[in-house]
């Protein structure tokens, strides 16, 4: 969804984020995966005061107070998507609305359980070391552990009558996402993590599988348990470049939105 006329910067900004934010509850599986993972964790969110990071439109801080959290802080920075959740929420006296990021954000309280969902296509490039500022120190997160993987291909199984082999060498250097079908393809192999209190800035891969074609993709985990994979929960696509050598390089620098990716083989 694009948007095709003038508007003020702030409103611009704003909309064009409800706009890519939105999108993300069309990924039903990434949606299951967490309320699964909510469930799981029950016992646990009962009686608990409980951050929802990026709320969105309300629907893990309605699931939390569904399973018995004491409060509930909804804390969204985009106007558009916190009116939405206030509009879902505002019946439950125990959520409380905050508009603003969440490194921002300073509860009155401590907090036990931290929901977030920060993680890019490439785990870094979106808000992730957002998590990494906030003023308070859950003692659970949800999830708790995300890793970027790669793996690689032969360019013969995944070019097709568009892009082709000849395409694809035009890229050297560029990432693309949604470049061509996972398939079956395996994310073999680790690139970079998160976890809470490790937030790496950059990674040094040496490539370990033959093949002419490299692939990353995201693979989300909480209490050792895989949640969702690039491919499958749709909100994460493979993102694909040809190999020109046999050890690359990830960098993030952050940014004033997200984080800027810099990539190159060495």
């Not at 985990?221 to 493979?238: D, F, I, K, P, T």
């Not at 020109?244 to 083989?265: H, I, K, N, P, Y």
């Amino acid at each position: 969804m694009d948007i095709l006329n003038h508007l003020p910067v702030d409103q611009y900004s704003a909309v064009d984020d409800l706009l890519t934010f939105i999108s993300i509850y069309d990924d039903t599986r990434r949606t299951r995966a967490y309320f699964q993972m909510l469930e799981a964790e029950r016992d646990r969110i009962q009686g608990a005061v409980c951050v929802d990071a990026g709320a969105g439109i309300g629907l893990f801080s309605e699931r939390m107070i569904q399973l018995g959290a004491k409060t509930v802080y909804a804390v969204e920075p985009n106007p558009y998507l916190f009116q939405l959740a206030r509009k879902r929420l505002e019946k439950y006296p125990n959520v409380k609305f905050i508009q603003a990021p969440v490194e921002t954000f300073e509860p009155d309280e401590p907090v036990d359980i931290l929901v977030h969902e920060f993680f890019g296509q490439l785990l870094y490039d979106e808000d992730l070391y957002d998590l990494e500022k906030i003023s308070f120190k859950p003692r659970l997160y949800l999830p708790d552990k995300a890793t970027l993987m790669y793996g690689t291909t032969q360019s013969s199984i995944v070019a097709d009558d568009t892009v082709t082999p000849e395409v694809l060498r035009m890229l050297e250097g560029v990432l693309v996402s949604g470049l061509f079908d996972e398939g079956d393809l395996p994310l073999q192999h680790p690139v970079i993590s998160w976890e809470p209190d490790y937030f790496p800035r950059s990674a040094t891969v040496e490539i370990v599988t033959p093949g002419d074609v490299l692939y990353l993709g995201l693979k989300i985990w909480h209490q050792n348990r895989e949640m969702c994979v690039a491919g499958l929960c749709s909100n994460w696509a493979y993102v694909w470049t040809p190999v020109a050598g046999t050890r690359f390089s990830l960098q993030f620098l952050e940014d004033e939105r997200g984080s800027e990716v810099v990539f190159q083989w060495i």
